[in-house]
């Protein structure tokens, strides 16, 4: 049955998860190299990886289409040691869904949710059995005005209430597109608690 969850996080120079770059080819079951540190890293034996894509606002270069460049561009602009890079939004997708509507749910979560605000978003759908879910790599910077880099980091992107708004949004989109193709199943992302259920929580 459909379950919501919906989990945010920063990746961060420093931590375990550190480089964008990696990151980005984990997601997507790609072999990227690290301009910044030299490093190869390649996840092409994954097998879970449905489908990748970037999306940018309208008018974008065509660099930032490319997910190397992209991410590579993002770690080498970054020159603290503690730096954030990225956010990561996670994502579990109805199981009802087919492969064909899950591609079409996220490009129209995405854009609405994060593209529009100005982000440039590469998500990567990950097909585990009885698992789908989404990795959204989210960029933390706004394009510079030539196009050909990035600008200052947006702190209005780090807002809580923001974060209130895309996970109400994926609820939204998940529903609507669960009742298109004649699902019954719903997903809720309210608590227990506000939704008048009794019970503990689950997992």
């Not at 770059?21 to 690290?34: H, N």
């Not at 974008?60 to 939004?89: F, P």
């Not at 994060?114 to 998500?123: D, E, K, N, P, T």
């Not at 209005?156 to 004649?182: C, F, I, V, Y």
Request: aromatic share 6%.
């Amino acid at each position: 049955m459909a379950l919501y969850y919906c989990n945010a996080k920063l990746i961060s120079r420093g931590s375990s998860n550190g480089n964008a770059v990696a990151a980005s080819a984990y997601r997507s079951g790609s072999r990227f190299k690290c301009e910044r540190t030299g490093t190869v890293h390649n996840y092409r034996r994954k097998t879970e990886v449905q489908h990748s894509a970037i999306l940018a606002p309208e008018g974008a270069l065509s660099w930032v289409h490319d997910r190397a460049q992209l991410w590579n561009t993002v770690e080498t602009g970054e020159t603290r040691k503690n730096s954030q890079l990225a956010r990561e939004i996670v994502l579990a997708i109805p199981i009802e869904l087919t492969s064909e509507c899950r591609s079409i749910l996220l490009d129209g979560f995405v854009r609405e949710a994060f593209v529009s605000l100005g982000m440039i978003a590469h998500y990567s759908i990950q097909d585990k059995a009885g698992n789908p879910h989404a990795h959204i790599m989210l960029t933390l910077r706004e394009l510079s005005a030539d196009g050909q880099g990035f600008g200052a980091k947006r702190r209005d992107w780090n807002s809580p209430a923001l974060l209130e708004k895309w996970r109400a949004l994926w609820t939204e989109h998940a529903n609507k597109m669960l009742a298109q193709h004649g699902h019954d199943a719903r997903i809720d992302h309210r608590s227990l608690v506000d939704q008048g259920i009794a019970g503990p929580a689950t997992v």
